[in-house]
């Protein structure tokens, strides 16, 4: 056994572990997933009507999350434009990823032609909280079995003569 190379493989197990186990902590203060996973606002809408979900800020997704009684889509606006909703079962989920210099007003309007309950969340998302998540996860990954392929070689060998 050559104690210096087991020391170091155990010393980048540990490295590695570390920032496996913290990528998705990374990811989860910028995700705010507790603002959008539960529908926190209800107000009734007319039609024709807004609620004003709020900013957009400057390189970062604002991210939109509701549904409605009775079920029916409605639109989100962004800075003057619709942005594209995606729906499971009576949810409906839009992105909208500001590019802009300045902070977008998002929206949400009410297109039909009755008026309806709406229950809603929204919140912003750091795209670069998501990518250094990712990217601690990976190499994380990488120095766990770098780590361990070291502790291996460090047990197998033999000793150094003297």
Do not use: H, W
């Not at 594209?84 to 300045?102: K, Q």
């Amino acid at each position: 056994m050559r104690r210096r190379v087991l020391i170091a493989g155990l010393i980048v197990l540990v490295i590695g572990a570390s920032l496996y186990f913290l990528g998705p902590y990374l990811a989860r203060g910028s995700l705010n997933i507790d603002q959008l996973v539960q529908l926190r606002n209800a107000s009734e809408l007319e039609p024709g009507s807004t609620i004003a979900l709020g900013n957009a800020p400057p390189g970062m997704a604002f991210a939109v999350v509701y549904n409605s009684t009775p079920p029916s889509p409605m639109k989100v606006i962004a800075a003057g434009a619709e942005v594209n909703e995606e729906r499971s079962n009576d949810t409906f989920i839009a992105i909208y990823y500001n590019e802009g210099s300045s902070s977008a007003p998002v929206a949400l309007l009410n297109n039909n032609t009755y008026p309806v309950t709406v229950y809603y969340s929204a919140a912003p998302l750091s795209i670069y909280g998501v990518l250094y998540s990712m990217l601690s996860v990976l190499l994380g990954g990488l120095l766990i079995v770098a780590g361990g392929i070291t502790v291996v070689v460090g047990l197998i060998l033999r000793p150094k003569l003297k």
